[in-house]
C-alpha cells in the first residue's frame, strides 16, 4: 500500500486459498473497509434493497445474478463514506467485463487499484483443505469431484484476469498455503516491497 488517499486492493485466490481470511486481516492492517461480494449480496437481500430485491428473484430462479446487478451493488458500496480513505475488495471483479466496469468506478471515484493480491496454492493440497472443511462443516454436497470443478473453474475464469493485472504491474502473488499468521507476514512483505 502506497499511502495514497485511497488504496484499493484486490485479494484473490482459488476457492479454499484463505482469501476472505486475509482480506480481513489486510483491511484491519491498513484500517479500511474489506468489502466481498458475497457481504454486499447478503446486506442488500437482507435489507430489501431494489437491487437486493432483483438479486433475490435471480436466485430463487436458481439462476446467476447479472453482471449489472452485481455491478450496481458494488458501485453503491463503493460510494459509501467509510470507503473513501481506501477499502479491500473481497470476490470482485470476477470477470473481464467486471475489470472494465471496476475501473469505470475507479474513475468515478479519482481512485486506483495500489496492488492485486492473488493467494497460489497447490490444487492437491486445497482439494484437502476444502475436503476437511466440508466434512468440519457438514457440507456433504461437497465432494472431491465438485470441488476439483470449482477449481477448474476459478482457474479458467480468473486467468484473464491476472493476466490483466500482471500487464498492469499490479499483480502481487503470494504462497497461500500454511498457516494463517505466516501467509499474512509474507502479504504484508510483498506490498511493502518497492515497485
Sequence with gaps: MKG???????????????KGTQAKV?????????ISTGDIFRANVAGKTPLGVEAQRYMDAGEYVPD???NAMVRDRLNLQDAEGGFLLDGYPRTLAQVQELDSMLDDLDSSL??????????????QRLLQRAHVEGRADDTEE????????YAEQTEPLIAVYRERGLL???DGMGEIDAVTHRIFDSLEQPA
Excluded at 495514497?4 to 484463505?18: C, I
Aim: charged share 20%; glycine share 6%; net charge negative.
Design 68 to 70: 449489472q446487478v452485481t
Design 172 to 174: 502481487v502473488e503470494v
Design 26 to 34: 489486510i483491511a484491519t492492517h491498513f484500517h479500511i473497509p474489506a
Design 4 to 18: 495514497s488517499s485511497a488504496d484499493a486492493t484486490h485479494p484473490d485466490g482459488p476457492p479454499g486459498a484463505g
Design 146 to 153: 465438485v470441488i476439483r470443478r470449482r477449481q477448474q473453474v
Design 114 to 127: 495500489d496492488a492485486v493480491v492473488v493467494l497460489t496454492a497447490e490444487l492437491d493440497e486445497l482439494v
